[in-house]
């Protein structure tokens, strides 16, 4: 499974990219507020670090509109990917801007249909949101499940990019499943390497060590 980081923080983007972890990016218009950027700039900063595809997010709500802002955040780079919201206008634009070769990641995505509507109109990445959907009582991991087994059903190419991650365990049941990509904050990328019998072992080891009275340098 890919790892791909969502943040517009090009900082904690570039300490685990430097740790190898990073796949790809991806942004929504939220995380650039967050990041208090430019998106032109910011997401340009970002490709220059990432080699892998980096969302931009489209925030037109017309086909044309969304077509034409497309075309523009792809210019930034070739790694781009332009992040279209699953609506009928958002899968004319899909159509489209695939058809032109570029990457598309269809977003807002919360059922196995509208993923296959998205596959149907050429998407490189479908994303539905796992976390959104558990804030209202319904497991989003079926959701991955689901739209799995459709897509292997149909052999249709389009890659199941987990987001809306919110925990660790969401991570492990993506991976699981056999979701092709997960998106994640930082933070819970960083919290999977956590495990409290690893601190408590670490400590007994120091606790030993130091009673060995030894150094190895
Ligand atoms: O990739 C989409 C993601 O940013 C949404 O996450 O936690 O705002 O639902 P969240």
Redesign the pocket.
């Known amino acids: 499974m890919k790892f791909f980081v969502?943040s517009a923080d090009i900082d904690a983007i570039a300490e685990l990219n430097d740790l190898g972890m990073v796949d790809g990016v991806?942004t929504?218009p939220?995380?650039i507020l967050k990041s208090g950027r430019d998106i032109l700039e910011v997401t340009k900063e970002i490709c220059e670090l990432v080699s892998g595809p980096v969302s931009a997010e489209v925030v037109a709500l017309d086909a044309d509109a969304m077509i034409a802002e497309g075309r523009k955040l792809a210019e930034i780079a070739e790694n781009i990917a332009v992040k279209l919201p699953l609506t009928w206008d958002g899968l004319k634009a899909c159509k489209v801007l695939s058809g032109e070769g570029k990457m598309v990641n269809v977003?807002l995505c919360f059922s196995a249909n509208q993923a296959l509507l998205a596959a149907k109109a050429g998407a490189t990445f479908i994303?539905p949101?796992i976390?959104?959907l558990d804030?209202i009582n319904i497991d989003g991991i079926d959701l991955i499940e689901d739209i799995r087994t459709i897509y292997d059903n149909y052999g249709f190419e389009t890659n199941i990019l987990a987001?809306?991650?919110?925990t660790v365990a969401h991570v492990q049941d993506c991976a699981r499943i056999g979701a092709d990509v997960m998106?994640a904050?930082p933070e819970v990328i960083k919290k999977l390497a956590s495990h409290p019998l690893t601190n408590a072992g670490l400590d007994q080891f120091m606790k030993d060590w130091a009673k060995t009275g030894q150094k190895i340098l």
């Open positions: 969502d991806t929504n939220s995380l977003t994303s949101f976390g959104r804030d987001a809306s991650i919110r998106t904050p």
